[in-house]
């Protein structure tokens, strides 16, 4: 039935004529009508109320709903904890995750290129090797992975370590580097898989560790609160900085970095605080503004600069020469990840407020907000012109940002 149908049915029925006599009268004494217009204004508010509430849904759902990344990447479905970049082919991306598979697939497309072996347990760290020939995956199951990149076949499992931590590769050799949640760090030769060494030295789980950037060290940092620096030759301890002495960390190493000339070691930690040591063993200063947990560290390669991030969102320039406060930045959630860009002052943050930042760290001026995750952002890999990031997410995905559309 049809509106005019509708219409003419409800003239057909009012044909009936109601009398006067049919209708009673109604009377709303005074104090009825002030009860009324009380009604109303209440009703009124609620409605105000109501409103608020439906423009403020209106601002959340848009929030959400922005979204900067030109690509992006699916198929994890869970929580994505590593990503990286290939260090010729910048359009190949490895990320692993709490699906406990690492993929490889292509940065401008978003396409899958494969699907590696499945872990046993959630995939905690990815990388390719410094030539790119090679890129490897690390479990939590106490597993390593490495494939060949061009044939995408796996050519090597390597086993020792309980939980892997981190893997790193050497700068210059097929040379992979792990620690683990046993206390030890493991290194093996590749394609062959042969274990060259294990080194011993921490009294709890390592929590982080590289090689340095010539590669004629190692360092690690662990959950006992020690920092050690390794000659990966022998496996001997070079330096140990530890608890003990009052002046380093009382808790545990969250994160490292070292500066471009290794001689200079920039750690966070727990205690809410960061320390800067030389690989001679001299504690040069304590970095110290934080209310909680020091997550994140980075020094600058072209300025006497270091940045530290924290689990209470900020996120902090120092001046490593006189070691001093120069800015505080923010998130409005934990920071996760610091990159400092190759050969200029910027820095880019990543935080469980799952916003992308990029800094200049001269004027604390935030050059670039980029946004699309809908849960916290767990790492990020940065492009070598810097123009380019990706992420991965606790949303289980990953996205690329870009200044390149």
């Given at each position: 039935?049809?509106?005019?149908?509708?219409?003419?049915?409800?003239?057909?029925?009012?044909?009936?004529?109601?009398?006067?006599?049919?209708?009673?009268?109604?009377?709303?004494?005074?104090?009825?009508?002030?009860?009324?217009?009380?009604?109303?204004?209440?009703?009124?508010?609620?409605?105000?109320?109501?409103?608020?509430?439906?423009?403020?849904?209106?601002?959340?759902?848009?929030?959400?709903?922005?979204?900067?990344?030109?690509?992006?990447?699916?198929?994890?479905?869970?929580?994505?904890?590593?990503?990286?970049?290939?260090?010729?082919?910048?359009?190949?991306?490895?990320?692993?995750?709490?699906?406990?598979?690492?993929?490889?697939?292509?940065?401008?497309?978003?396409?899958?290129?494969?699907?590696?072996?499945?872990?046993?347990?959630?995939?905690?760290?990815?990388?390719?090797?410094?030539?790119?020939?090679?890129?490897?995956?690390?479990?939590?199951?106490?597993?390593?992975?490495?494939?060949?990149?061009?044939?995408?076949?796996?050519?090597?499992?390597?086993?020792?370590?309980?939980?892997?931590?981190?893997?790193?590769?050497?700068?210059?050799?097929?040379?992979?580097?792990?620690?683990?949640?046993?206390?030890?760090?493991?290194?093996?030769?590749?394609?062959?898989?042969?274990?060259?060494?294990?080194?011993?030295?921490?009294?709890?789980?390592?929590?982080?560790?590289?090689?340095?950037?010539?590669?004629?060290?190692?360092?690690?940092?662990?959950?006992?609160?020690?920092?050690?620096?390794?000659?990966?030759?022998?496996?001997?301890?070079?330096?140990?900085?530890?608890?003990?002495?009052?002046?380093?960390?009382?808790?545990?190493?969250?994160?490292?970095?070292?500066?471009?000339?290794?001689?200079?070691v920039l750690t966070g930690s727990v205690d809410t605080t960061a320390k800067l040591v030389h690989v001679n063993g001299t504690i040069l200063g304590s970095l110290s503004n934080a209310?909680?947990?020091?997550?994140?560290?980075?020094?600058?390669?072209?300025?006497?600069?270091?940045?530290?991030?924290?689990?209470?969102?900020?996120?902090?320039?120092?001046?490593?020469?006189?070691?001093?406060?120069?800015?505080?930045?923010?998130?409005?959630?934990?920071?996760?990840?610091?990159?400092?860009?190759?050969?200029?002052?910027?820095?880019?943050?990543?935080?469980?407020?799952?916003?992308?930042?990029?800094?200049?760290?001269?004027?604390?001026?935030?050059?670039?907000?980029?946004?699309?995750?809908?849960?916290?952002?767990?790492?990020?890999?940065?492009?070598?012109?810097?123009?380019?990031?990706?992420?991965?997410?606790?949303?289980?995905?990953?996205?690329?940002?870009?200044?390149?559309?």
């Amino acid at each position: 039935m049809n509106s005019d149908d509708r219409r003419n049915q409800h003239e057909d029925d009012g044909e009936d004529v109601v009398e006067e006599g049919d209708v009673e009268e109604t009377f709303v004494d005074d104090d009825d009508g002030e009860e009324v217009e009380e009604e109303d204004e209440e009703m009124d508010e609620d409605r105000r109320e109501e409103d608020d509430m439906d423009e403020d849904r209106r601002e959340e759902e848009e929030i959400l709903l922005e979204d900067d990344s030109v690509q992006g990447f699916f198929a994890h479905k869970e929580p994505v904890f590593a990503v990286a970049l290939h260090p010729q082919q910048q359009t190949l991306v490895a990320s692993g995750g709490s699906d406990d598979r690492a993929y490889i697939w292509r940065l401008d497309t978003g396409e899958q290129l494969a699907a590696l072996d499945k872990h046993g347990d959630s995939v905690s760290s990815v990388g390719f090797s410094s030539d790119g020939s090679l890129v490897a995956s690390g479990g939590m199951d106490g597993k390593i992975h490495v494939y060949s990149v061009e044939a995408r076949e796996r050519c090597a499992t390597l086993d020792g370590p309980d939980d892997v931590a981190f893997i790193d590769w050497h700068p210059k050799g097929n040379v992979l580097l792990a620690g683990a949640h046993d206390a030890s760090l493991w290194m093996w030769t590749l394609p062959s898989g042969a274990c060259m060494r294990v080194f011993a030295g921490h009294s709890a789980p390592v929590t982080c560790g590289r090689f340095t950037h010539s590669g004629r060290h190692i360092v690690s940092g662990a959950e006992d609160g020690s920092l050690i620096v390794w000659d990966p030759k022998t496996a001997a301890i070079v330096r140990q900085f530890a608890a003990h002495d009052e002046r380093f960390h009382q808790g545990a190493i969250t994160s490292l970095a070292v500066a471009r000339d290794d001689q200079v070691v920039l750690t966070g930690s727990v205690d809410t605080t960061a320390k800067l040591v030389h690989v001679n063993g001299t504690i040069l200063g304590s970095l110290s503004n934080a209310t909680e947990s020091v997550e994140a560290v980075g020094l600058c390669d072209v300025l006497p600069l270091a940045a530290t991030g924290s689990v209470d969102g900020s996120l902090s320039i120092w001046d490593i020469n006189t070691m001093r406060l120069r800015t505080t930045l923010r998130h409005d959630d934990s920071v996760t990840r610091v990159v400092w860009h190759d050969g200029a002052p910027l820095l880019t943050s990543v935080s469980m407020d799952c916003a992308v930042r990029t800094w200049d760290a001269r004027t604390g001026e935030c050059v670039r907000t980029w946004r699309g995750h809908q849960a916290g952002i767990m790492d990020v890999a940065l492009t070598r012109d810097g123009r380019t990031a990706v992420t991965a997410s606790d949303d289980g995905c990953c996205l690329v940002f870009s200044e390149i559309k």
